[in-house]
């Protein structure tokens, strides 16, 4: 694989490293700015967040061309019963792509939305935590070109465990399309993310994943590694979490994107 050198292994000693840190640490009390920024790694805790992520890959295609993503992906908890909780995370992508071919142009539109909904029951304290539910597509793209053009829907599910610092588990999901324009590709589509975060006391955080998919449409993977870090503070009173990081893609073909870089932030709101 073309120039892989660093980007995983030096993500994961890291994070390893901190693990010495970690031997001191207590447990984060509730309430506190470290809480806030634990349960900022786990994707179904009950906390309402509203990350603006923007993503940029460059030199696509014959044109190098560049692509800008930002998705707006906030994070709702909704409350069912003493033991059960629904969380609904929706992602909306922003799309900015310049010319990756000749006389293909530059493109911004409105991308497909996938929302995810989440049912998990509550667990205690360095306990598993898990949530399962049902996937959506839903074919908002503005621009033919930046989008499927297809309805789709399928299971998701995320298994987790925090202790001392750290978070880690994995969220997957599967779509399959039942609806849509009947000249575009059908969508059977396998997302999942191994993830690996730790949080230091100050709210430091650093986190390594892969946001792979598996099109068994096309009997492709496409598996992108990405290493952030970020920090929590306040402005005028408001809880933010800002991180940036760098994105490599393993399985990248001559003419896709291979390197690229993250900028994360994300509005804090506790119950």
């Given at each position: 694989?073309?120039?892989?050198?660093?980007?995983?292994?030096?993500g994961?000693?890291?994070?390893m490293?901190?693990a010495?840190?970690a031997?001191?640490?207590?447990?984060?009390?509730?309430g506190s700015?470290a809480?806030?920024?634990t349960?900022?790694?786990?994707?179904?805790?009950?906390l309402?967040?509203v990350?603006?992520?923007?993503?940029?890959?460059?030199?696509?295609?014959p044109r190098?061309?560049?692509?800008?993503v930002?998705n707006?992906q906030?994070?709702?908890p909704?409350t069912?019963?003493?033991?059960?909780s629904?969380?609904v995370r929706?992602?909306?992508p922003?799309?900015?792509?310049?010319?990756?071919v000749p006389?293909?142009?530059?493109?911004?539109?409105?991308?497909?939305?996938t929302?995810?909904?989440?049912f998990?029951?509550?667990?205690?304290?360095?306990?598993?935590?898990?949530?399962?539910?049902?996937?959506?597509?839903?074919?908002t793209?503005?621009?033919?070109?930046?989008?499927?053009?297809?309805?789709?829907?399928?299971p998701?599910?995320?298994?987790?465990?925090?202790?001392?610092g750290?978070?880690?588990g994995?969220?997957?999901?599967?779509i399959?399309s039942?609806s849509?324009e009947?000249?575009?590709?059908?969508?059977?589509s396998?997302?999942?993310?191994?993830f690996l975060?730790?949080?230091?006391?100050?709210?430091?955080?650093i986190?390594?994943n892969?946001?792979?998919?598996?099109?068994w449409?096309?009997?492709r993977l496409?598996m992108?590694?990405n290493?952030?870090?970020?920090?929590l503070?306040?402005l005028?009173?408001?809880p933010i979490?800002?991180?940036g990081?760098?994105?490599?893609t393993?399985?990248?073909?001559?003419?896709?994107?291979?390197w690229?870089?993250?900028?994360?932030i994300?509005?804090?709101?506790?119950?």
């Open positions: 694989m073309r120039g892989m050198p660093v980007i995983l292994p030096w994961l000693a890291v994070l490293a901190a010495s840190a031997g001191a640490q207590t447990a984060p009390q509730a700015n809480e806030l920024a349960k900022l790694s786990n994707p179904i805790a009950s309402i967040s990350p603006f992520q923007f993503n940029y890959d460059c030199c696509i295609g190098g061309g560049a692509r800008t930002m707006l906030p994070v709702i909704v069912l019963s003493e033991d059960m629904l969380i929706t992602i909306t922003f799309i900015e792509q310049g010319e990756t006389g293909a142009g530059s493109h911004f539109s409105l991308g497909d939305i929302q995810s909904f989440f998990t029951p509550q667990a205690g304290p360095g306990e598993w935590m898990w949530g399962a539910g049902p996937v959506f597509l839903w074919p793209a503005s621009d033919p070109d930046l989008g499927s053009r297809k309805w789709g829907a399928g998701t599910a995320v298994l987790l465990k925090q202790e001392a750290w978070t880690y994995i969220l997957a999901n599967h399959w039942y849509g009947r000249e575009r590709s059908n969508i059977n396998t997302f999942f993310q191994p975060a730790f949080t230091w006391p100050d709210t430091t955080n986190t390594v892969t946001e792979s998919t598996y099109d449409q096309g009997q496409t992108p590694f290493l952030t870090m970020g920090h503070f306040h005028a009173g408001q979490n800002l991180s990081g760098v994105r490599y393993a399985t990248a073909r001559e003419g896709e994107a291979q690229g870089g993250r900028l994360a994300t509005l804090l709101f506790p119950a």
